[in-house]
């Protein structure tokens, strides 16, 4: 029996599902990322893909620097936007309330979204840049 090529591979693992995919992190409003009377608050949108339909029964965790805040979970966000809990791809609006305890103004921080789907299947990181900006402008 001869081998699969490398990227057989690839396309291989594609196809058999290989669990939920995060990708184009970014704030729901170009204009403006944070939530008008909570300046810590950031409204970002994610667009997510899994072929097991059961995205919905897993939890997001969200995520600074790489370490994880809190996690909640995907069946409330689903149900609240109006998604099908058997939705195989769509894009969810997630609040995130960043905790400041060690950051300070003009600092650069990532932010991030990792989720579990049903079967326990953990997706890649999406992840975003920020600028922390307290107070006035300088």
């Known amino acids: 029996m001869k081998p699969l090529p490398p990227l057989a591979l690839v396309a291989f693992s ?5 669990g939920p995919h995060l990708s ?16 810590l608050e950031l409204l970002l949108a994610v667009d997510f893909e899994d072929g097991s339909k059961t995205f919905s029964a897993g939890a997001l965790e969200l995520r600074l620097g790489g370490q994880t805040q809190r996690a909640i979970v995907l069946a409330e966000a689903f149900a609240a936007q109006g998604i099908a809990k058997d939705a195989t791809r769509g894009t969810l609006a997630i609040d995130d309330d960043l905790v400041l305890n060690q950051l ?29 900006r307290l107070g006035a402008a300088p």
């Not at 184009?24 to 300046?39: I, K, Q």
């Not at 990532?110 to 920020?130: C, H, I, P, W, Y």
């Open 104 to 132: 300070r103004n003009g600092q650069d921080v990532t932010v991030g979204l990792l989720a579990t789907n049903g079967r326990r299947e953990q997706s890649n990181e999406a992840d975003a840049k920020f600028t922390v």
């Open 24 to 39: 184009n992190l970014r704030c729901r409003d170009a204009s403006r990322c944070t939530d008008v009377e909570d300046p």
């Open 14 to 18: 594609v196809a058999c599902g290989g």
